[in-house]
């Protein structure tokens, strides 16, 4: 077991890795904002699977702690692009603005 939670701990660490480059080689907000939530959210994962495997007694609490980084990291995710879009510093290279072509206003303090 103990092999184990170390390939879960160097999988999530690698996660992490990937998310910290995406972020860094991401060419604008909101692609580095996916880039750092999947990674993190996998890294977590894979960290706290890591951990449940060597600590057999904490499984009930890693499985409330990968609940709550779930739901969580969406919301938060989700929170932050609409705050950079309402900030009106949207990226020059966007394609396609849904928020726009329904017609909502990005004045709207609401995030």
Excluded at 35 to 60: C, H, M, Q, R, Y
């Amino acid at each position: 077991m103990e092999i184990v939670s170390y390939i879960f701990l160097i999988i999530g660490g690698l996660f992490f890795l990937l998310g910290g480059l995406g972020v860094l080689r991401m060419p604008d907000t909101f692609n580095r904002i996916q880039a750092g939530t999947k990674a993190t959210t996998l890294g977590v994962f894979s960290t706290l699977i890591g951990v449940a495997f060597a600590n057999p007694d904490w499984i009930a609490k890693v499985i409330v702690i990968i609940v709550f980084v779930a739901i969580s990291n969406p919301i938060g995710s989700s929170a932050i692009a609409k705050a950079i879009y309402n900030s009106k510093n949207v990226p020059g290279n966007l394609v396609i603005d849904e928020l726009k072509e329904r017609g909502e206003d990005n004045d709207n303090d609401v995030v």
